[in-house]
């Protein structure tokens, strides 16, 4: 049972060169989110879909893009990278929200290291 | 808007010692509160989360959270830490209505000394 898979593990990019980190999920949640993570200032969430072909920002958008044209894939792109998107990037999973138990428990990645030079 | 606070930044605790752990949320309606745990060079996990009912919520690894409605808060407690608990550990709440997102605290370090 494989859960979150992210590619790759680490990167190493210089400035202007573009990329995408990779994240599939085999539980068929519909909820899928990216977070950055950098030190002292927790997640951050980049962007989430809530199903196929639907995406939305979260509180730090600028600089990515996603697209989610299956329930399993969520692709975050870099277009022009820039020093400060040096982060842990984190790709989640949920089957959904809203008050039942299980619904906002979110299964995460094991994390992208990008680094921008 | 939803929001976290978690005031230790950083930890550090003898083995065998009691562990509290301070979270305080800002929302005022319903939420369901989550804490992750982040061992070093892993991914997140659920360490509890509180949903409904009884506010004392116990999860893996001997941890426990007590939900405080009327002081927005929901600490972490363990009597008696381990070296294995050395970890990063997060905060999370999610109000439980409208189009509101799991908002995470910035974490605490903790780390036990042998």
């Known amino acids: 049972n494989a859960g979150v898979t992210q590619t790759p593990k680490f990167r190493i990019l210089k400035i202007g060169q573009s990329m995408t980190l990779q994240c599939t999920q085999d539980m068929n949640h519909n909820y899928m989110y990216w977070y950055r993570q950098d030190p002292g200032m927790g997640l951050k969430l980049i962007y989430y879909?809530?199903?196929?072909?639907?995406?939305d920002k979260g509180e730090v958008p600028n600089g990515y893009n996603v697209s989610r044209s299956t329930t399993e894939d969520f692709p975050l792109r870099l277009e022009l990278a820039a020093p400060s998107q040096t982060s842990v990037y984190f790709c989640?999973?949920?089957?959904?929200?809203?008050?039942?138990?299980?619904?906002?428990?979110?299964?995460f990645g094991a994390g992208s290291r990008l680094t921008v030079l | 808007a939803q929001s976290v606070s978690q005031h230790n930044h950083h930890v550090i605790l003898s083995e065998a010692a009691s562990l509290e752990l301070g979270c305080n949320y800002s929302y005022g309606g319903t939420v369901n509160l989550f804490w992750y745990v982040q061992y070093p060079g892993q991914h997140l996990q659920l360490l509890l989360k509180y949903f409904s009912g009884d506010p004392l919520v116990k999860g893996i690894k001997g941890f426990e959270a007590e939900f405080i409605k009327s002081k927005f808060s929901f600490n972490l407690r363990k009597p008696s830490v381990q070296w294995s608990d050395t970890a990063e550990y997060f905060c999370a709440v999610i109000a439980n209505f409208g189009n509101e997102k799991l908002t995470f605290g910035t974490g605490t370090r903790l780390t036990i000394i042998p």
């Open positions: 989640a999973s949920s089957y959904g929200t809203g008050s039942s138990s299980g619904a906002n428990v979110l299964t």
């Open positions: 879909s809530v199903g196929a072909g639907i995406t």
